[in-house]
């Protein structure tokens, strides 16, 4: 049981928040909204007490909800396992329901990538209702602004988060959404999703980095809800893509993890829901972690594989990651890749990946925007569409295959954070006949071949013309 000193008065709570730094700890209450440690500015978690809270001694207690599905609250991907996230009261949660996902296990992909057929399975977060795994984390942190009586919430983003964003509150009409995106920047599929939602959409003048900072500071001044991941509660909601991971695999736990890391708020919600489940007894082991950065915005591979820099219990050397970051700003040197989800360079989730990479023995790796796309056209080939960001997962396990660091007979879950629709013009710039369409969106950022390239047949309006052309491709 922990003690919180809450202003004046000493409060006893199952549930509330901490600050991760290992020197600082202090704690906050469960409905505060400042979502960085006052003390020490450093990142907070929400802490349960599982002494005092119900958990079930197995996960197929879980299975029992696939027949409550008439119940919101059951048929929602995230709140049927609410018990692993008991941070509100049932009538506090907003569900739209997100979470509707599945493992989809991949033995087309398998030769592409370098497994041995029936060892490559797909988290396929695009079937969410905002068609990204946003939902899973947006519902929790929604759940946590009503509880507090918040009415705006704001985000910075480099396009799912303000579409889930903008969706929630359309949806529900709780709260208004105010997003700020950096100008030109983010994918049209998100972008329609944030306009046509109604969501305030401010136009930053820079790139996502420089909104993140924005918004931060706006949402303080304010007294805006911010839903960002820095948000400990919406990482609440992300550790749901992990347990359904896990009944997709009959409760067996995988191999591998391999997600694509941007603000690195999935790394970070990943590694806590495993580390909980198995401080909970239950699950045996912890699966390992692969984050995959594009190579144009490749942070944390720097810091992890190139500066050996490490969580170390809390004792991860800031000063370094400080300088690291002082130096980058000293030579402009800003986020670039086709993959513009995760176009980040100052992940604000940064020690939090670092302590899952330490609890998962973890590892980093960086794909480039080509890689990216020949992986995402073979993702598509075989039937799940995905988004430039999603398929740097499957990207990067088949660099990592190559490297000799996953095996071949592994257990392999990729998850594809987001919906092919979410960005048309890469995919169709990817597989276009058009010399200048493929210079202007992809040729620019390195990319030289369409491997994959699926053209369209061009023919004249002839029936025969069109007969001919069918004959000879299909
Ligand atoms: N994949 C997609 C499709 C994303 O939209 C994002 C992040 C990521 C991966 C990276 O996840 O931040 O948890 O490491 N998009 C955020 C946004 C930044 O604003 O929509 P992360």
């Known amino acids: ?25 202090g704690t906050l209450a469960v409905d505060d909204t400042s979502f960085i440690c006052p003390q020490c500015g450093g990142l907070l978690d929400v802490v349960y007490d599982w002494s005092r809270l119900s958990v079930p001694e197995s996960l197929t207690f879980f299975e029992k909800r696939w027949s ?24 506090w949660v907003m569900t739209i329901g997100e979470g509707q996902t599945i493992l989809q296990r991949a033995d087309g992909l398998c030769s592409y990538v370098g497994l041995v ?41 480099t396009g799912n988060t303000s579409a889930s964003l903008a969706v929630f509150c359309s949806a529900t009409g709780l709260m208004r959404a105010i997003i700020f995106i950096g100008a030109g920047k ?39 809800y ?48 495993f580390f909980e489940l198995h401080q909970l007894g239950l699950i045996p082991r912890l699966p390992r972690l692969a984050v995959v950065n594009a190579s144009g915005a490749n942070t944390l591979y720097q810091l992890y594989e190139k500066l050996r820099i490490r969580w170390n219990d809390g004792n991860w050397p800031k000063q370094q990651v400080q300088q690291f970051f002082a130096q980058m700003q000293a030579e402009h040197r800003r986020a670039s890749t086709i993959a513009s989800a995760i176009e980040i360079n100052y992940p604000v989730n940064l020690p939090k990946a670092l302590r899952a990479l330490q609890w998962c023995d973890g590892v980093v790796c960086e794909v480039t925007d080509q890689e990216i796309l020949d992986a995402k ?23 990592l295959r190559q490297q000799g660091v996953i095996g071949k007979d592994e257990r392999v879950v990729c998850v594809l954070t987001g919906h092919q629709l979410k960005d048309p013009t890469a995919t169709v710039a990817y597989h276009s006949t058009d010399p200048h369409l493929f210079e202007e969106v992809l040729g620019r950022r390195g990319v030289r071949r369409p491997t994959f390239a699926n053209r369209a047949v061009q023919v004249p309006n002839d029936l025969n013309e069109i007969i001919k052309a069918i004959e000879l491709y299909a």
Not at 200 to 214: E, S, V
Not at 378 to 399: D, F, I, N, T, W
């Open 1 to 25: 049981m922990r003690q919180i000193f809450d202003g004046e008065t000493t409060v006893t709570e199952a549930v509330f928040q901490r600050c991760i730094e290992s020197q600082c700890s």
């Open 68 to 91: 409550e599905r008439n119940d919101p609250l059951a048929l929602s991907g995230v709140w049927r396992f609410r018990e692993l996230l008991p941070f509100a009261d049932s009538r």
């Open 117 to 157: 057929p029936g060892r490559l399975f797909l988290q396929y977060e695009g079937m969410n209702p905002s068609g990204s795994f946003k939902d899973n984390g947006m519902t929790a942190a929604f759940t946590h602004a009503r509880m507090v009586g918040a009415r705006r919430a704001a985000c910075a983003s």
């Open 186 to 224: 983010i994918a049209y599929g998100k972008l329609a999703q944030a306009l046509d939602h109604g969501a305030l959409t401010i136009q930053i003048a820079g790139d996502f980095d420089d909104a993140m900072q924005r918004v931060q500071q706006v949402s303080r001044q304010l007294g805006i």
């Open 226 to 273: 911010l839903v960002n991941s820095i948000n400990p509660f919406r990482l609440e909601g992300q550790k749901s893509i992990m347990y359904r991971v896990l009944e997709g695999l009959r409760w067996e736990v995988p191999d591998w993890v391999v997600v694509p890391g941007g603000n690195l708020g999935n790394v970070s919600a990943f590694g806590k829901a």
């Open 377 to 399: 056209a073979q993702v598509g080939r075989h039937g799940l569409g995905c988004e430039p960001a999603s398929a740097a997962s499957v990207a990067g396990l088949k660099r």
